[in-house]
């Protein structure tokens, strides 16, 4: 967890002095790298470094390309970094509900657990279509309520695929690994955890970024 932290740190540094010509990149990278640790930074430095070598004005020109390039076979980079987006919001969302619902003591069906994956599906849901209209607005100018329904779009199916992966792995913590006491969200132990939840979650993630890329629902994004 510290190493992730200070890969996050490192990340959140660098944008500070050489911020991203997309504005959520400045969020999703950080975030990713709470999980990824040191494989986000290697893949910050290699592919979202680069970025800084386009203008806005270039974004834009060339959304026609990009467009045309998504329908194509996508890199492994086109993925991944299209599924750090609500890997990103899965993430925010996951921190929020865990300590909102600790502090309340909510329960779903007499489970905490259950609680927490209506609260994490709502909030990933919520926060990754966020992140994917700040995404697709640069690109495309749409209206407000266009670029809404095209976030809504190209992000829907691929939370809920992270999401697979993370409520299976959550499940195998709660009922297999620390059935008795649970694993408290204020423990570290407990976080350590949820980084394994998110790979898991990015990895189930994956081939439907793949698929919504080349299907042409959602941009990528090298």
């Given at each position: 967890?510290?190493?992730?932290?200070f890969?996050?740190?490192?990340i959140a540094?660098?944008e500070?002095r050489?911020?991203?010509?997309?504005?959520i990149?400045n969020?999703?990278w950080p975030?990713?790298?709470?999980?990824?640790?040191v494989?986000a930074?290697?893949?910050?430095f290699?592919?979202?470094?680069?970025?800084?070598k386009?203008?806005?004005?270039?974004?834009?020109?060339h959304h026609?390309?990009?467009?045309?390039?998504?329908?194509k076979?996508?890199?492994?980079?086109?993925?991944?970094?299209s599924?750090?987006?609500?890997g990103?919001?899965?993430?925010?969302?996951?921190?929020i509900?865990?300590?909102?619902?600790?502090a309340?003591?909510?329960?779903l069906?007499?489970?905490?657990l259950?609680?927490?994956?209506?609260?994490?599906?709502?909030l990933?849901?919520?926060l990754?279509?966020?992140?994917?209209?700040?995404?697709?607005m640069p690109?495309?100018?749409?209206?407000?309520?266009?670029?809404l329904?095209a976030?809504i779009?190209?992000d829907t199916?691929?939370?809920l695929?992270?999401?697979?992966?993370?409520f299976?792995w959550?499940?195998l913590?709660?009922?297999?690994f620390?059935?008795?006491?649970?694993?408290r969200?204020?423990?570290?132990?407990?976080?350590?955890?949820?980084q394994?939840g998110?790979?898991?979650?990015f990895?189930?993630s994956?081939?439907?970024?793949r698929?919504?890329?080349?299907?042409g629902?959602k941009?990528?994004?090298?």
């Open positions: 967890m510290a190493l992730a932290f890969c996050a740190a490192v540094y660098d500070f050489h911020p991203q010509k997309m504005w990149m969020i999703v975030v990713t790298a709470l999980y990824f640790s494989f930074l290697w893949a910050y290699r592919f979202g470094t680069g970025n800084q386009i203008s806005a004005e270039s974004i834009t020109g026609r390309d990009l467009m045309r390039q998504s329908r076979e996508p890199t492994s980079a086109d993925i991944g970094i599924d750090s987006h609500c990103a919001g899965c993430t925010i969302g996951d921190i509900a865990g300590f909102v619902l600790f309340l003591g909510w329960t069906f007499g489970k905490p259950f609680a927490q994956y209506a609260a994490d599906l709502l990933a849901w919520l990754g279509i966020i992140f994917q209209y700040f995404t697709i690109l495309r100018h749409l209206s407000t309520l266009q670029a329904l976030a779009k190209s199916l691929s939370i695929a992270f999401e697979i992966g993370l299976a959550m499940a913590t709660s009922f297999v620390f059935p008795s006491p649970h694993l969200v204020t423990g570290p132990d407990y976080w350590f955890m949820m394994i998110m790979i898991f979650g990895v189930t994956y081939p439907m970024n698929w919504l890329i080349k299907a629902w941009q990528a994004m090298v």
